[in-house]
């Protein structure tokens, strides 16, 4: 009988190499990024125990700005490997991003007895299944924060870097129906592995999939049949670590699964970085993808400008553009936290300076959000003024309660529109609506 299993000291002496070259290609990104880390800022995280069961033996650390409403946004964010929860929050700027549009952070955190790099066990398969492992305690870490935070369950979002992305995969495939959508940073496709060096061949190989094959893979991971959640997706054209295909793959992999095309709906350039979206028949934007030019293995930032955030260091590169920004978006995060119907929305209010935190957006877009030429924020477009009494009584009628009397004061000019002291009003009735951020 000829000998068809290969040989064991081959099989060793393999995986010894790809994980030589994994370790060297870790410790290179580190060295680099010591150079320009800033000074670390004290902790905004805050560890919860008590979750669940854990079977994958995480750390839950958490962050919620100081106000929360009830009903706000849940997101789940996975570090990748030699990282811990903090490194993340600091790198992406995520919690920064959550006391600006009001909702909590889960950060899960691997510990070093279940691996030593810190890697999420995201190709395992006693820890990627639905139901067990590290994707159960996840799920775990999500059910608690909605009751503890009073998130809207309807809004859970996941996102990760590396190990942390390949994470967000497996949460996605798994607990579909837990998630509203997702984002992947140089992160691997779900299913594709299931022990250390397919794990490592899949990071290092460019190798296609085919996304029949790919989508199958998903949609065996768990009972669910749909809606599924909406993908982004981000991979720099130079990371040797995880190579670039393993973005393609997800953008096939989830493509496959919403019974998208394959040709993207829109293509964009943003500073230089090419941008897909891929859109349903009513134009609502399923999946994006970033290929950000020239970049290694990290989490694109931008540390200047109007969109600032996280900080530069071992894998967060600032390459001009913020992917925690432009995530939050995609998930529509910066929109307000009940959401009033399209026909309601003014195209724009302005709002007194003694009215703080109010923040009310301009009408959102027919869900082509996301696909527009400048993909940011509309820039502020001529409208009509608007008598503050008119503003409250809607505010009050969106409430569903009854308009109050509103005395009002002298006009500025003969003939001008009524005033009142409309800041404290306002906020008062915003806030009675549940329109109100923070």
């Known amino acids: 009988m000829v000998n068809i299993m290969p040989d064991s000291g081959v099989v060793f002496a393999r995986l010894q190499a790809l994980r030589s070259k994994f370790e060297a290609l870790l410790e290179s990104a580190r060295k680099r990024a010591a150079r320009v880390s800033p000074d670390r800022r004290p ?14 033996k995480l750390r839950m650390f958490v962050y919620a700005p100081e106000h929360l409403p009830p009903d706000a946004p849940l997101v789940i964010a996975l570090h990748g490997c030699t990282q811990t929860a903090d490194d993340y929050d600091q790198g992406t700027g995520w919690s920064s991003l959550a006391d600006r549009f009001g909702f909590a952070v889960v950060y899960p955190q691997q510990q070093h007895a279940n691996n030593p790099r810190n890697c999420f066990s995201w190709f395992l398969p006693h820890h990627n299944a639905r139901g067990q492992g590290e994707a159960r305690s996840i799920r775990q870490m999500a059910e608690h924060a909605i009751a503890t935070f009073a ?11 590396s190990a942390g992305g390949a994470m967000a995969s497996v949460m996605l495939a798994t607990y579909p129906e837990v998630f509203a959508g997702g984002a992947v940073i140089a992160g691997l496709p779900y299913g594709c592995a299931s022990n250390v060096q397919q794990a490592f061949e899949l990071m290092f190989t460019e190798e296609g999939h ?46 496959n699964v919403h019974g998208l095309s394959g040709s993207p709906s829109c293509q964009q350039l943003i500073g230089g970085h090419k941008r897909r979206v891929w859109t349903d028949g009513s134009n609502n934007p399923l999946v994006e993808a970033f290929s950000i030019s020239g970049m290694a293995h990290g989490v694109p930032l931008a540390t200047a400008g109007g969109e600032s955030c996280g900080a530069a260091g071992a894998f967060f590169l600032d390459v001009g553009i913020s992917s925690t920004h432009h995530i939050a978006r995609f998930w529509r995060l910066h929109e307000s936290v009940v959401e009033m119907p399209r026909a309601a929305w003014p195209r724009s209010i302005e709002i007194p300076p003694d009215a703080r935190g109010i923040m009310i957006a301009g009408a959102p877009p027919a869900e082509s959000d996301g696909v527009t030429d400048a993909w940011q924020d509309p820039e502020p477009q001529p409208h009509d003024p608007l008598d503050p009494n008119v503003v409250i009584a809607a505010a009050f009628r969106a409430a569903g309660l009854p308009v109050p009397e509103i005395p009002a004061g002298p006009a500025a000019n003969p003939g001008a529109t009524p005033r009142v002291a409309s800041g404290p009003i306002i906020a008062a009735a915003l806030k009675a609506a549940r329109l109100l951020r923070s």
Do not use: M, Y
Request: aromatic share 8%.
């Open 151 to 161: 998130a809207d369950p309807r809004r859970v979002f996941v996102t990760g870097l």
């Open 43 to 56: 902790t905004r995280l805050r560890e919860l125990t008590g979750f669940g069961a854990n079977p994958g």
């Open 210 to 255: 085919a996304a029949c094959t790919l989508g199958d893979r998903v949609r065996a991971a768990s009972k669910h049949r749909g809606p599924w959640p909406k993908i982004s997706v981000w991979h720099g054209t130079s990371d040797p670590i995880v190579k670039p295909s393993n973005g393609e793959d997800i953008i096939r992999q989830w493509n």
